[in-house]
């Protein structure tokens, strides 16, 4: 039973039914005087006026529900389960355990924990840790009370760790859920989570993200424009910023269950000419690519690992290119200036999957004879667009699932 206590004044009435010594079913003639969920009150014999006379007399813990049914948990504090007979007293009391463990929820509230040890059991007094992961202990598993021992009490975390890499799980407790998973939560160094029960499952009250990680050390290399090697980032609480340097590699964006939604800033921190690629699905490019030292995006992430775009940045020294030969544009691009006086050539629009919500648009800028071909790709096939002295300008929006011409 839940250790939050609820009260009723003058909730005092008669058995309507015996209680055997093991019996957990309690019927009271009255028992809309009793409050609803748990209480703590006290059975003595009805040939007395007052428990204090009858040396008899049992403490007990009940439970009851909102159709009034009332279960109990027998001989607290003491005392011994007995035989009731049917008229027997019932009264809701305020015990001496209760009032203890009032005080120690109280002082519960006041005092910070604060663990280094990399298993943790977090008991139900356990309303503020301080979670401090060291060089021997970089990541800390902590697991929750039962939700069911704790409703409405709200617990405090914080990941005080100085190195970035420092995390704490927080892990429900058999089969408790945060949210609506059953998984862990992570959190990062320098955030802090509150978690409130609800007596069968735990609610995110409130995040307070991190500072921004470092990643460079961590990712791999790998090459090409498809790069063989990617790294994994499983975001949890605490990465409001990452900042990315690479020769050329995946972040591959994994959220932790009941961390959908929450916002994620991804720079791109080097100078190196290659790509950022930012996708939750490695079987193709899905997401937003990062190019040059300064590209940002900030994006959540849904249940079913898809990417949503909050916004996105762009250098402004690579938003307008100048060209005069066969060029793959990148996706940074905003305006490419395309001179075509030495003679034709392509134009190869990036893949439309990694530049949702972007434009592009392309400027013949001689007047000689010769056509500048934009091409691109959608799901259908291969499209190509001639820029003529005629028609020397065309612009094209991606919505992530093709290609547009706008003029």
Known sequence: MADILTFSNFARTTLSSALTESGTAVFADRPELFPAGTFTAVIWGGEYSSPVDD????????????????????????????????GSMIANV???????????????????????????????????????????????????????????????????????????????????????????????AGSSLELISTGTAWVISSVTQGRGRDL???????????????????????????????????????????????????????????????????????????????????????????????SVYRSPSDRVVSVSEDTYLYGNEEYVLADASEGGYEIMLPYFESCAGQTVTVRKTDSSAETVTVSLYNPEDYEDYFLTDSSPTASFISDGTQWHRLV
Not at 162 to 183: C, F, H, Q, W
Not at 217 to 244: K, R, S
Not at 245 to 268: Q, R
């Open 94 to 188: 305020l015990t001496a355990d209760t009032l203890n463990r009032t005080a120690g929820h109280v002082t519960a509230q006041e005092t910070l924990i604060t663990v280094t040890d990399a298993e943790y059991s977090i008991g139900t007094a356990d309303r503020n840790i301080l979670f401090i992961c060291t060089e021997d202990t970089v990541y800390i598993n902590a697991s929750l009370p039962e939700a069911a021992l704790c409703p409405g009490i709200c617990f405090r975390f914080v990941n005080g760790s100085e190195s970035y890499k420092g995390t704490v799980a927080l892990t429900p407790n058999g089969a408790d859920r945060i949210m609506d998973s059953s998984g862990s939560v992570s959190l990062y």
């Open 55 to 86: 040396e008899n007399r049992e403490i007990v813990l009940v439970a009851k529900t909102p159709a009034g049914e009332m279960t109990a948990l027998r001989g607290r504090e003491g005392t011994t389960p007995g035989s009731w007979d049917r």
């Open 216 to 310: 460079s050390p961590e990712l791999p290399a790998g090459g090409g424009m498809l790069p063989a090697a990617y790294a994994y980032l499983g975001t949890g609480l605490g990465t409001a910023n990452i900042y990315a340097e690479l020769l050329s590699a995946y972040i591959f964006v994994n959220v932790s269950d009941g961390m959908h939604g929450l916002p994620l800033t991804i720079v791109k921190a080097d100078e190196n000419p290659l790509s950022l690629y930012v996708v939750t699905d490695l079987t193709y490019l899905s997401g937003v690519t990062l190019y040059s030292k300064g590209d940002c995006v900030t994006l959540t992430t849904d249940r079913t690992g898809g990417i949503n775009i909050i």
